[in-house]
């Protein structure tokens, strides 16, 4: 998709694709699977064993246990399944705003109300606007559900245990239960601590969403984990039989196999992508700068204000016209969005350089 969907004059920094050879060891497994023809439905523990596995690695978090957990198509219907039971139609889902847009539109699809909490100027989790929302929410008798995207897509805000803490705090004064989407957890900057939502204290009722599939780049091959905090499991449990029919067992294959044999390859993108942000940084400093930024250590995504370069509320439809380069507008992403772009800079420098160096041009063209 991140290739094909523009002409072939436009440098593609949009959709979550990297620009990166798959795993040795993924497509290892692959191959292997094929080859034996064991092409057929996924069935067993072992996605929910090596997420554990790889948790405890990375993370110190042994909360990912079997018996707790369940495969899911992807993370977003996964979100869908988890609401479902938590939530009713017509019932609020709370989301921080800016945020992913599907957060958006799937819970509008799914008869239920999305509310929003936005985020502070340091893009942040503006914890007075969540207790407001929460409690005007309780006010009316609806509790509802507060969807967390952990780490922030697109401000590439990694949570702190604090923040979480405060997350589960009020979700619990106010009755609200917490979905987290969890997705690029993998992928946090060097130096920094991703903090899974399950592992802090108060969120035992919650429900999480992980997968390796942004880690490792593996979007086409269909899988995640949900994951229910002990106080949750027999919500869990009441999930529909039939949903665990939907991932695909190749992508079962593929994410396990990265998971546990994937780490060297991991930590190469991550210092790769601690490079691109420093590269993003100085090409800003030189192209754009009027463009303000603030370095977002999670996912591979930043998130660019640049209602300074007098573009309106739409600058990416400005660089894709006038420069050929195509990065997501920030108006699809809700409060806070207009007048940013999110750009993906999981790709290589010369990539990286050229884009901004194309975006600058498409400004200059412009004034």
């Known amino acids: 998709m991140k290739w ?20 040795e060891a993924v497509a290892e497994a692959l191959v292997d699977a094929v080859r034996r023809g064991d092409t057929g439905y996924p069935l067993g523990d072992s996605y929910a064993e090596a997420l554990g596995e790889f948790a405890v690695r990375r993370w110190g978090w042994d909360g990912v246990v079997a018996e707790r957990a369940a495969i899911v198509p992807d993370v977003m ?49 503006d914890f007075g606007a969540m207790e407001a929302v929460f409690g005007q929410l309780a006010g009316e008798g609806r509790r509802g559900a507060f969807l967390l995207c952990n780490p922030q897509n697109p401000t590439g805000v990694v949570h702190t245990r604090e923040e979480l803490e405060r997350v589960a705090e009020l979700a619990a004064s106010f009755g609200v239960r917490v979905v987290a989407d969890e997705i690029h957890a993998p992928l946090v900057a060097v130096g920094e601590k991703f903090t899974p939502y399950l592992s802090v204290a108060g969120a035992e009722d919650g429900l999480a969403l992980m997968s390796a599939s942004k880690g490792w780049n593996l979007a086409g ?103 050929r380069v195509a990065v997501n507008s920030g108006i699809p992403f809700g409060s806070g969005g207009a007048g940013h772009v999110r750009i993906n800079i999981a790709t290589s420098p010369a990539v990286l350089t050229e884009a901004v160096e194309r975006m600058a041009a498409a400004v200059a063209a412009v004034r």
């Not at 979550?16 to 795993?23: I, Q, W």
Request: glycine fraction near 12%; charged fraction near 20%.
């Open 77 to 125: 219907l996964g979100v869908v399944e988890m609401l479902k039971l938590v939530t009713g139609p017509g019932d609020p889902v709370v989301v921080n705003s800016p945020v992913y847009p599907p957060f958006f539109d799937f819970v509008a699809h799914m008869d239920r109300e999305v509310v929003e909490a936005p985020l502070g100027s340091d893009g942040r989790i």
């Open 221 to 323: 091959l269909k899988a995640a984990v949900a994951i229910a905090g002990p106080a949750s499991a027999a919500d869990l449990a009441r999930m529909p039989e039939e949903v665990g029919h939907g991932p695909s067992h190749l992508g079962v294959i593929a994410h396990v196999a990265a998971l546990r044999d994937g780490g060297d390859w991991l930590d190469a993108l991550l210092a790769g992508l601690d490079e691109n942000r420093v590269l993003l940084g100085r090409l800003l400093a030189e192209c754009l700068p009027g463009v303000e930024w603030r370095p977002g250590p999670g996912t591979y995504l930043q998130w660019l204000d640049c209602r300074g370069l007098g573009l309106g509320d739409d600058p990416a439809r400005v660089f894709l016209e006038r420069g």
């Open 4 to 23: 094909r969907q523009y002409p072939e004059d436009v440098l593609p920094l949009w959709v979550a694709e990297m620009d990166v050879p798959t795993p």
